[in-house]
């Protein structure tokens, strides 16, 4: 069964700085990841999807890269602002409509 | 604009009620789902619909019932709600699933069930 992690599950940085969000699964015959965000009391918003074919996906200051072999996956944001505070999620399509495993998400806050 | 959107946003049920949330989306999307979200847990699969008249359980499936009778609309039932059921609970819809379709997701449902 797929199992996916995002350390830390909160974090905290003062605004301009670059971080990066982590995203590990279990098992590496997946088809796409997404990353999405989402804002207090709203929907999941997709920010980028990489193909299991593909090493990165890039958007604006969003930079999302894929290592199927480790098993893991990143989020660069460039340049934090506080506009980008909110909860990052990853999801892992392991082939099929049922067969999309979510992260628990990591709870970002940019200070400014 | 509309994308995917739910109704109502807000519901408080009491134990033993029953109560119906409505998804519609306008992308023309043949796959539909239902998921449910909880504090320190990923989104988990309620249902899902891969074309108008079709159903599927998911990974969380008891005590709830759906119905796609019309392609652009997917409506999760709950017959007699229990407190475990109080949760957050998105629609989403996808195009045909190629491996490389995004998920977009409605605005969700808090439901409290006392």
């Known amino acids: 069964k797929q199992e996916v992690t995002q350390i830390p599950a909160a974090l905290s940085v003062p605004e301009g700085e670059n971080l990066v969000l982590n995203c590990s699964f279990t098992?590496?015959?997946?088809?796409?990841l997404q990353w999405f965000r989402q804002d207090p009391g709203k929907g999941l918003t997709s920010l980028l999807l990489?193909?299991?074919?593909?090493r990165e996906q890039t958007s604006g200051r969003l930079n999302a890269s894929l290592d199927k072999s480790s098993g893991r996956s990143t989020l660069y944001i460039a340049a934090s602002q506080p506009g980008d505070s909110a909860t990052y999620l990853c999801?892992?399509?392991?082939?099929?409509?049922?067969?999309?495993?979510f992260g628990t998400g990591t709870k970002l806050q940019v200070i400014p | 604009n509309a994308g995917v959107t739910q109704t109502p946003k807000f519901r408080v049920l009491k134990t033993g009620q029953s109560m119906t949330l409505l998804c519609a989306q306008d992308?023309?999307?043949?796959?539909m789902y239902w998921y449910r979200q909880d504090p320190g847990m990923g989104l988990r699969l309620i249902h899902y619909s891969v074309g108008e008249g079709t159903t599927a359980k998911g990974e969380v499936p008891d005590g709830y019932n759906v119905s796609r009778l019309k392609k652009q609309n997917f409506l999760l039932g709950l017959e007699s709600a229990a407190p475990s059921q109080t949760s957050v609970y998105f629609c989403?819809?996808?195009?045909?699933?190629?491996?490389?379709?995004?998920?977009?997701f409605g605005s969700g449902t808090q439901l409290s069930v006392l």
């Open positions: 990489i193909q299991s074919s593909q």
């Open positions: 989403a819809s996808s195009d045909m699933h190629r491996g490389n379709e995004k998920l977009f």
């Open positions: 992308m023309n999307h043949e796959y």
């Open positions: 999801a892992v399509d392991s082939g099929g409509y049922q067969k999309v495993t």
């Open positions: 098992d590496s015959a997946i088809y796409n």
